[in-house]
């Protein structure tokens, strides 16, 4: 296995902070592969950059040439990691890559995915969006076993797991492996002569099949396959394993099936593009749908819809069509903030909020601002957002927003605030609007978003909305913690003293 480069861990700590208290669920992770192609290592980067909106803490890629793996990765983003000359060296016609936000683990260059190892059944690469719930359990295991693990990320325990199998094939191994996780698991892997792609039985996170030059893609969004020119296929069923090799497709369908798939519904309201088509549903259009029922349920007297740029485009225009209020982008959102800046004093008060967004003052002189946003975490955002409306002109300010309270934890592969931290976990409706400064506050109702969902013929998980956790969460289950080994400035490892 040639490492041609696994870059430096210099993530400070000062921004992890920064990152941990934004006011919003963070994205998971997005993955890709390729299987088949003459330039694997390239379609996997634009693969990558089209699923950059789901991670931006670390990208990889690893491809093979049926004879070695080839690696990839670093911190950042897509665009800054790979050159060139790096996917030069990537060689193969096969590859699977990884884009990822820490969900369970930090930010580390330990944590960086696709992980990969030697094992007596061969070479084999993982990437995986997801969270498995009885991960500190089944590394508890494995350690008291002999296991010795390298990173603090759950998606490890399934790299042992595989390579402790007895079963005959990687692919039986693979299937064995994931028997014994719990939680959501959307997974590619990456072997000498194959690619598997497979779902939970659940069905939590998207992952789908397409077909590009005769060969094969899997990919976390569609928005991906359309940046490659690739024809969607179809998406994985809940509970499917996909095996492609030398071209030919095989699927099995080895968990016991559950009663209804649990599609993360968060995927339609936020995380998704909303170009990308999810279980063949457009994203933009659910978006829409759930602010024409926000605008039935919560109407008021304006003179704009304002949307907060831009998740709450599609729910605003769809609030603004159902109400007959005019639509208006009166706040201006700067699209080139990284994930890091350098702040001022405190003398610049809201400097975060005001970095991405702005209020054009023209147009709020004396105006009622219906502004809507798709959810509230912990109401930092909106206080900030509210506070520079009204400092801009406005004379009312009623926040729409097109989910319910959020009132608990995902535990399925989205990096969220802990339920104390979860502002409607302890505030009514009355307490949340006046203290992010509003003239009213309505939320989507649980059953206006389940009909929306029935609408469009999906089953959902909404425990963050309803408490309602399709998968039982053992909130015991030990946390693996690897903070205590971290380095600012581990060192490059070099492409030819790495190699399996």
């Not at 790299?159 to 994931?178: G, K, N, P, Q, W």
């Not at 991906?224 to 090799?245: F, K, P, Q, S, T």
């Not at 995902?410 to 003239?439: F, K, M, N, Q």
Request: charged letters at 25%; one cysteine or more.
């Amino acid at each position: 296995m040639k490492v041609e480069h696994d870059g430096d861990d210099e993530v400070a700590f000062a921004d992890l902070r920064h990152e941990r208290v934004a006011d919003h669920f963070h994205d998971e992770c997005g993955i890709f592969g390729v299987h088949g192609h003459p330039e694997a290592s390239h379609i996997t980067y634009l693969g990558l950059y089209a699923l950059q909106h789901r991670g931006q803490e670390s990208a990889g890629i690893v491809s093979t040439n049926g004879h070695e793996q080839f690696v990839h990765r670093a911190m950042g983003l897509v665009v800054d990691i790979f050159q060139e000359s790096t996917l030069e060296k990537l060689k193969g016609r096969h590859a699977i890559g990884h884009v990822r936000y820490s969900t369970s683990g930090g930010s580390q260059m330990r944590n960086a995915q696709p992980f990969y190892a030697s094992t007596d059944g061969g070479l084999v690469a993982i990437a995986h969006n997801g969270n498995l719930v009885n991960a500190g359990a089944v590394r508890a295991e494995l350690e008291s076993r002999g296991s010795i693990f390298n990173s603090s990320s759950d998606s490890e325990v399934i790299v042992h797991l595989l390579a402790r199998s007895r079963e005959a094939t990687l692919e039986d191994r693979l299937i064995d492996a994931l028997s014994r996780v719990k939680g959501a698991f959307s997974l590619v892997v990456l072997t000498s002569d194959a690619l598997i792609a497979a779902r939970d039985p659940n069905g939590f996170r998207p992952l789908m099949l397409g077909r590009l030059d005769g060969g094969w893609v899997v990919a976390s969004e569609t928005c991906a396959l359309d940046l490659i020119g690739a024809e969607y296929e179809r998406d994985l069923d809940a509970g499917e394993v996909v095996v492609i090799r030398r071209g030919r497709l095989r699927s099995v369908r080895p968990f016991p099936p559950v009663a209804k798939p649990t599609f993360c519904i968060f995927e339609y309201i936020y995380f998704a593009r909303p170009d990308s088509n999810l279980q063949r549903h457009n994203v933009y259009q659910f978006r829409k749908e759930l602010g024409r029922v926000l605008a039935r349920e919560y109407p008021v007297s304006a003179d704009m819809v304002v949307p907060v740029l831009d998740s709450g485009t599609a729910a605003a225009l769809g609030y603004a069509e159902e109400s007959g209020i005019p639509y208006e982008t009166a706040l201006i959102r700067n699209h080139y903030v990284r994930r890091t800046f350098i702040e001022p004093s405190q003398s610049i008060r809201h400097f975060g909020v005001k970095v991405k967004h702005n209020p054009v003052k023209g147009m709020l002189e004396g105006k009622r601002i219906v502004v809507v946003e798709d959810s509230i975490v912990r109401g930092t955002t909106l206080i900030k957002i509210v506070d520079m409306l009204r400092k801009a002109g406005a004379r009312e300010v009623h926040v729409r927003v097109s989910s319910p309270p959020t009132i608990g934890p995902c535990h399925y592969g989205i990096d969220t605030p802990t339920r104390e931290e979860l502002l409607a976990t302890h505030h009514s409706v009355e307490e949340i609007r006046a203290l992010i400064g509003a003239d009213t506050l309505g939320y989507l109702s649980l059953t206006g978003l389940r009909e929306t969902g029935q609408q469009f013929k999906q089953g959902y998980c909404d425990a963050c909305f309803s408490n309602e956790y399709p998968v039982p969460v053992d909130l015991d289950d030990p946390v693996p913690q690897l903070s205590l080994f971290r380095t600012v400035d581990e060192p490059r490892e070099d492409s030819d003293s790495n190699s399996m």
